[in-house]
């Protein structure tokens, strides 16, 4: 992953509050908390958390269309794209999923080769949800 440290700074900036992000990514309140108010240097800032802060710069971004995957209900990951074909593709030569076949041998793997539009991918993604693992789609009205 790339640390953009401007969007860092821009992040730790912001109106985010160390309790929001604390929600979403896995760095603690009171560490994010410490670099908005000066007490710890951003630039000495850890490489998991400034990975964790990328997660959450990728999911505030404007974006046509999020690719967000969730673990225990902490970001896991967050793509954005701009079209359909770029997540279709996407979807077809990343392998988010042969985990499953771990636990689940006899399960087939999601196809997305006949996905015609986000709300197919997004129901065979919903196919895919489990109490600690989900993924899901997200466009952004404003695109589309």
């Known amino acids: 992953m790339i640390i953009d440290t401007l969007k860092v700074y821009q992040l730790i900036a912001s109106d985010m509050t160390g309790y929001r992000v604390n929600q979403l990514v896995n760095v603690s309140k009171t560490s994010y908390n410490d670099y908005k108010s000066y007490k710890k240097s951003i630039d000495n800032m850890t490489l998991k958390t400034a990975g964790e802060l990328m ?19 902490k970001l896991q990951s967050v793509e954005n794209f701009n079209t359909f074909n770029e997540l279709k593709s996407h979807l077809l030569t990343t392998d988010y999923f042969s985990w499953i076949n771990d636990n689940e041998p006899n399960k087939p793997l999601p196809d997305f080769d006949n996905a015609k539009s986000v709300e197919d991918v997004q129901s065979i993604l919903d196919d895919y949800n489990y109490s600690w693992w989900s993924m899901e789609v997200v466009t952004d009205e404003k695109f589309n």
């Open 55 to 73: 997660k959450l710069i990728a999911y505030v971004a404007s974006s046509p269309i999020k690719l967000i995957a969730w673990e225990e209900g």
